[in-house]
């Protein structure tokens, strides 16, 4: 079992940036590979990043790629997104997630979810 607890996100300005994090419980925290997602109003929760268990592996939605960056801190249990250079179109609730698999960045593969954190970019 992982527990995961988001945090950071918030109202900033287009251009600005922002820095998420998540906190997991579990001894096991370093056998998963995390990733986040996010879901805008009236849309479908889609992926935004990933990374393996060792950070070897690292993924990136095409709408992102180059200006968020995902890592994580196994001996904290934390992973991280430093969001920048954010667009009215990162508006959306952003979740933590754990999955089980050697890699995945597809949502039916993640067990796990965090309650999700907002974040808002005006224009």
């Known amino acids: 079992q992982v527990q995961l607890v988001e945090s950071g996100g918030g109202l900033v300005q287009a251009g600005g940036s922002l820095r998420l994090s998540c906190a997991a419980s579990g001894r096991t925290f370093r056998s998963y590979v995390m990733g986040w997602f996010r879901q805008a109003p009236g849309k479908e929760r889609e992926f935004v990043a990933a990374?393996?268990?060792?950070?070897?592996?690292?993924n990136y939605a095409d709408s992102v790629k180059g200006r968020f960056t995902i890592s994580r801190d196994n001996a904290k249990n934390t992973v991280s997104l430093q969001m920048n250079s954010l667009k009215p179109e990162d508006t959306a609730v952003y979740y933590c997630a754990a999955s089980p698999r050697s890699y995945s960045h597809l949502e039916y593969e993640y067990d796990y979810w965090g309650q999700g954190t907002q974040v808002t970019v005006s224009s």
């Open positions: 990374t393996s268990s060792n950070s070897v592996i690292t």
